[in-house]
């Protein structure tokens, strides 16, 4: 069967079969649902993206979002699918029943949004915005501020926006100088500017949420002196008419992908009085930003996947269809009268679908497997809550990271597949080219995960974290020792998890001894050899399950042991390449001299 | 009001069709099943018509234990409370009686179904009801307004479309745009797992059509293509080998 954008049952696989979501729903927390609501739910969502999101990917490329006359225009569609993702509930998914939304477990509404993604990855950032944007006011606003702002956002009649950069301060956050002024009147006067600004305006929606970071007057220097603001565009008062907060629109930046995904440059407090209002405590602002930035970087992540997912079905969809030269001979010579024989015949483009489908099917389950920590961490107790809490900050650059990198790869395998035709415009390749780029850069930059991997997340704790996932992998690979065609590959982890304690063994002397810059300086190519461990793990966790069996046809299993063992034999061998950049104590990046690159 | 709305348990519009025991038997290995589309555009309209008028929707289904849970989906949409008569769906008039049978003991207002159902796509089951209920059968309909007692209908013919009126009861066999599709909301889905499916026998077994055997179509033929300068050729292939000329 011909898939277009992802495979409904390898997704259940995953998602009952190697994640036991059967477990979480027994918890209490989550009995509510069972696996047929969960079914019916991932029917549904497969529906709405089949009819309202994947007709519209390629239009939302070729007629994306604009400035005009201060004000930002996006494709007419996102009308009907905003007001359809409000009346389905996807907004507030997540949460809790009392706050309003459906309790449902992370693994289940990453999975649901895995879906959509796949579909069309220029939707889900206005949803998840909004989402992560009310429920930070949730989570840290008064009872007037969730009363006021919350309704409105969860039914996606309004919009949710985080509002981070600025032109001077990208990454560095400590450099933001957008300020806020307190009144007598209990509101602050916000003055500044932001860019980059995702799902910023448009004309979808009645008003729009941005929660700012700023600086109050007598803030200290650095991230311990920024502050989170609820700035609306409209005010509302009590009786609920709106008055304009002087919210200004700047622009809309033209990009490379993602173009029917708004990214506004605004600005604050410049045409008159623009009210903000704070957000829990004075100088905690960061602190509470990265609740969301946690949850944007595995949504990131999951992002990804879905471009990746997509560019894998269509390639191979192209490589069954298109008849191009003939097999090469097993014996004897090329049979050069016979017809022409379907690409994926060719060697050459099954290790291209291979490796595809080992990063896509690897990354559905380090998604997946990471929001299953993220519902142990809510329905566990003491050590064992603690013990998940650190798997989930260990995995949160990873899941941001494997499938943002890996997943380039796999969709750039997968253009290479349709050959000149992949590089036209007539198919949808270039464009999950175009619009994967963005994602090592979003919510953190590649670079900036590989810091927090290795410069905070590893050491954290005395290791406590790298210890448990240690433990974890562990009983992976007790596991498979007990089934004779995957010892060999439970060995293979075994080494790497050994080659990666070398590594940190050899560099944390540097950090040690206050050299920061030398244990950080590969911390990036240590995130390569991270990511691949940790997908490792989660093949090898695929591969027990798949030996067990269940409901599907045979040839399903046999697949998926198939794309371990290219993995383990294609990829995790690449491990030890990256042990040997990470074992060299030259350090060549730090040596170089800016003249070198002249 | 009330309003009885009949779905079907067909296979997704993306199953893979094969025929097993000689072809006599739908091979349902594998198959993946849905709401008929059209009874989904009637389940659309019901569900539009209750939150305009009140009421309650009944779904109703002819199947066995297997299509519970497309049953369960009908009622996350918006059905009050449902009811499965357990039997095989045979033929367009044993459904039909099973229907009719159903609707005399509920006293509805409305039955709304499909215009037919996608798999064997009879088209017959509406016309069938309304005889044995003695009330009118209208189809295919793309509007449905209810005024007091009487609705007020669209429906397609060949090159145009009719106005029609009736006094309810009345069944409707509908097609889009009736209503614009619905799907689930999560609240739906979770009150679908409480709300009550009333499985029912059967009224008889009398099965008054055979099925001898099934047959596919033949896979699509290569495709030639012919110089555009080569009219001769065209032609020639057109008249000896297609024989279309």
């Not at chain 1, 004075?282 to 949504?299: D, T, V």
């Not at chain 1, 050590?383 to 941001?400: A, I």
């Not at chain 1, 810091?451 to 433990?471: H, Q, S, Y």
Request: net charge negative; charged share 20%.
């Amino acid at each position: 069967m011909a898939y277009d954008y992802f495979n409904p049952g390898t997704l259940r696989f995953f998602l009952f079969d190697v994640h036991g979501a059967d477990g979480l729903l027994a918890a209490g927390r989550y009995s509510h649902f069972d696996r047929e609501a969960i079914g019916m739910l991932l029917d549904t969502l497969t529906d709405f993206s089949d009819r309202e999101l994947y007709p519209y990917l390629r239009e939302m490329d070729r007629e994306p979002a604009y400035y005009r006359d201060g004000k930002i225009f996006v494709h007419p569609q996102f009308e009907k699918i905003f007001r359809m993702a409000g009346e389905l509930g996807l907004i507030g998914a997540s949460f809790d029943e009392e706050k309003g939304g459906m309790q449902l477990p992370s693994l289940v509404v990453n999975a649901l949004y895995f879906i959509m993604e796949a579909a069309n990855n220029h939707v889900t950032g206005y949803l998840g915005l909004t989402a992560g944007a009310a429920n930070l006011i949730l989570s840290f606003g008064n009872d007037e501020l969730k009363k006021k702002y919350v309704p409105p956002m969860l039914s996606m009649e309004w919009g949710g926006t985080m509002c981070l950069t600025e032109p001077q301060a990208g990454s560095s956050l400590s450099d933001i100088t957008t300020m806020a002024h307190p009144t007598e009147s209990g509101h602050y006067l916000l003055r500044g500017q932001k860019v980059f600004i995702s799902a910023g305006d448009h004309p979808y929606a009645e008003n729009f949420v941005h929660l700012v970071l700023a600086r109050l007057p007598d803030a200290p220097a650095g991230t311990k002196g920024i502050s989170l603001f609820v700035v609306p565009k409209y005010r509302p008062d009590d009786t609920g008419r709106m008055e304009d907060n002087h919210v200004t629109v700047a622009g809309e930046f033209d990009k490379l992908g993602q173009r029917g995904y708004c990214t506004t440059h605004l600005v604050f407090g410049e045409t008159g009085d623009c009210h903000g209002w704070l957000l829990g405590e004075a100088h905690q602002g960061l602190g509470y930003m990265f609740q969301l930035m946690n949850e944007a970087r595995i949504a990131t992540g999951r992002m990804g996947l879905g471009i990746a997912s997509a560019a894998y079905y269509a390639s191979l969809r192209y490589a069954r269809e298109r008849p191009q030269g003939r097999k090469l001979p097993t014996a004897g010579t090329k049979e050069i009268g016979a017809p022409q024989t379907p690409i994926v015949n060719h060697p050459d483009i099954r290790r291209m679908l291979l490796s595809q489908k080992a990063i896509v099917e690897g990354s559905l389950s380090l998604v997946l497997q990471t929001s299953y920590y993220v519902d142990k961490t809510r329905i566990a107790t003491g050590t064992e809550k603690d013990n998940y809490e650190l798997l989930l900050e260990l995995l949160t650059p990873v899941v941001k990271t494997y499938p943002a990198e890996a997943g380039f790869q796999a969709v750039n395998q997968g253009l290479q597949i349709l050959g000149g035709y992949g590089y036209m415009q007539d198919f949808e390749l270039q464009q999950y080219l175009r619009d994967m780029r963005i994602i090592s850069i979003y919510e953190g930059t590649t670079g900036i995960q590989s810091l927090d991997l290795l410069g905070r997340k590893m050491t954290m704790k005395n290791g406590a974290a790298f210890k448990a996932l240690a433990r974890e992998i562990q009983t992976v690979m007790e596991m498979a020792h007990g089934y004779d065609d995957l010892r060999v590959y439970a060995g293979q982890l075994g080494e790497t998890l050994q080659a990666t304690q070398q590594v940190l063994q050899t560099l944390l002397p540097h950090l040690l001894a206050g050299d920061q810059e030398r244990y950080l300086a590969d911390a990036t190519v240590f995130m390569e050899m991270f990511g691949l461990l940790v997908v490792g793990w989660q093949w090898l966790k695929t591969g027990v399950t798949a030996k067990k069996g269940g409901s599907f046809e045979p040839d399903f299993y046999e697949a998926k042991l198939h794309t371990l063992k290219y993995f383990f034999h294609y990829e995790l061998t690449k491990t030890t390449g990256l042990t040997a950049i990470l074992l060299n104590r030259e350090g060549l990046t730090l040596s170089s001299q800016p003249d070198y690159f002249d | 009001m009330k309003i009885l709305v009949c779905i079907t348990h067909v296979p997704d519009t993306t199953a893979r069709i094969a025929f097993t025991d000689n072809n006599t038997r739908f091979d349902k290995t594998g198959v993946q099943y849905i709401i008929g589309p059209y009874d989904d555009y009637a389940l659309a309209r019901a569900v539009e018509l209750k939150e305009q008028l009140g009421g309650s929707i009944t779904a109703l289904n002819v199947g066995g234990s297997e299509t519970e849970p497309t049953i369960r989906k009908a009622l996350a949409i918006g059905a009050d409370d449902a009811v499965r008569v357990d039997a095989e769906p045979t033929d367009s008039f044993f459904v039909a009686n099973q229907i009719a049978h159903v609707a005399r003991d509920g006293h509805y207002d409305l039955i709304l179904m499909g215009r037919e159902s996608i798999d064997y796509n009879g088209g017959q089951v509406h016309g069938m009801v309304g005889e044995l209920l003695g009330i009118p059968s209208v189809s295919p309909v793309m509007t449905l307004i209810v005024e007091g007692q009487k609705v007020k209908m669209t429906r397609e013919i060949e090159g145009g479309k009719e106005f029609v009126e009736a006094d309810m009861p009345l069944v409707a066999g509908c097609q889009e745009p009736i209503a614009e599709w619905k799907i689930p909301n999560m609240r739906g889905i979770m009150s679908a797992r409480t709300k009550p499916l009333h499985v029912v026998a059967p009224v008889s077994d009398e099965q008054r059509t055979h099925v001898g055997s099934y047959e596919l179509l033949p896979p699509k033929a290569g495709v030639k293509l012919v110089d555009p300068n080569d009219m001769a050729g065209l032609v020639n292939l057109l008249k000896n080998e297609a024989k279309v000329i």
